[in-house]
């Protein structure tokens, strides 16, 4: 049974930064992409950003370019989530997700393109 475990989250003040984690409990490289979903009270659940398990290819949301990093560390099954200049319109549970589809390539998220789903780590960003 794939399971995935979100750590890293907290309480931060606006223009702090958080590391979040994703680890995988297989090798991530058996993904095809692992992604970061966050879902605030009351809002759709909002793709962040995406990253390519073989190409390191990677994809960011409008509404977090130049702010967040995703990176992955194939020897430690894990991917990363560098958070920086958070902004209070960043709180939400945050979701990593794995992607077994030969279709996927780097764009857009839905949340039907992926497969397996972790428990989430809640972001607060508030002074």
């Known amino acids: 049974q794939v399971q995935l475990a979100e750590s890293g989250g907290g309480l931060v003040q606006p223009g702090g930064s958080l590391r979040l984690s994703c680890t995988a409990s297989?090798?991530?490289?058996?993904?095809?992409?692992i992604g970061w979903f966050r879902q605030a009270p009351g809002k759709d659940r909002e793709g962040v950003s995406s990253?390519?398990?073989?190409?390191?290819?990677?994809y960011y949301a409008d509404s977090v370019k130049g702010r967040f990093t995703i990176s992955s560390d194939n020897a430690k099954n894990t991917v990363y989530l560098q958070l920086s200049d958070l902004e209070p319109e960043d709180t939400a549970v945050y979701y990593c997700?794995?992607?077994?589809?030969?279709?996927?390539?780097?764009?857009?998220?839905?949340?039907?393109?992926?497969?397996?789903w972790g428990q989430g780590t809640q972001v607060t960003v508030s002074s």
């Open positions: 997700a794995a992607s077994v589809a030969v279709t996927w390539v780097p764009g857009p998220m839905s949340q039907y393109e992926y497969d397996y």
């Open positions: 297989r090798t991530i490289s058996d993904y095809y992409a």
């Open positions: 990253i390519s398990t073989s190409t390191t290819d990677t």
